[in-house]
């Protein structure tokens, strides 16, 4: 999940809905406001120029920065400047269906992310009825994971464990091996340090990745096509099962769902004659909404 100051994301979407790779990133963050001699405006990519060649080709060829030649010269200028869009990264495992042995594996990779530190918090989030699960997490996960146990009957969620915040703009460590005795056995396991100004990179190019991605969307994950489908509209447009009387979650609103049936196809022709049906014309209204929000 990603926390955004709202007027600096807007400024984000000059960039296009395509994330932006590292390569690029090097490029559109520094170009200069007039034009300069490629090799002049950025600073030196750490790699072969003819890479950041491509990349100004890449930009130009998405309309996100100028370019001309000037000679045998490429000159670059931007479009836009790139906005300080991302505040916070929390990064949240969701694991619905944990077991306890699955949670004891999954304390290595937290503690992995925790050492690491790319992200501002680290959670987990579990089914709310296991002990046996939250047991086990307890003992295995970090103490600076959070954990939320979540009821998704109920539609409520429980923090077990407020997480800690990690230190972003500081090394962190890359844990290269584990000796078997995984996580509770330091003492043969493999380190490096990753420098600040890494991390900072990654962070951006995991928001970049998500902007792509978007808004995690019940457009993608839900059964708008079900007959029990509605989209209620409460300030925002939300799901609604007519089945179950109430808003459903992302996880009984799919195709696994015993309450599911398809819409008639009468609904298709009725009213909605080239759209689809129903389902398929709440799809479109999600998309449309999703992309102003965009
Ligand atoms: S019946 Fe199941 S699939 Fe249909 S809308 Fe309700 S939760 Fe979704």
Known sequence: MIECDPDELGERAAFGQERLDGDLLDVVRYAPAEWA????????PGYPWRYVRESIHRADDRGILETRRRGNRIEIRRRF???????????????PDLDASAARALSDQLERDVAMGLADEVWIAIEADDDRVSAALFEDVPVEAGIVEVDSTALTADVAWYPRTLAVDRPGTRILER?????????????????????????????????????????????????????????????????????????ECAGSCPAFEPEPPTWRTRGWPIEGGPGARIKQILADRRERRR
Request: charged residues 35%.
């Open 37 to 44: 001699y490629y090799r002049e405006a950025l600073p030196d």
């Open 81 to 95: 400047s790139y906005p300080d869009w991302v505040e916070r990264i929390v990064a949240i495992e969701n694991k």
């Open 179 to 251: 000796p078997d005795g995984g996580a509770h056995d330091a003492s043969a396991a493999q380190f490096e340090y990753v420098e600040a100004s890494e991390k900072r990179e990654r962070r951006l190019e995991i928001a970049e990745r998500a902007y792509e991605r978007g808004w995690r969307s019940y457009v993608d994950t839900m059964r708008p096509d079900c007959r029990h489908f509605e989209g209620r509209t409460d300030g925002q447009l939300l799901p609604y099962c007519r089945a179950k009387g109430r808003q459903p979650t992302a996880r």
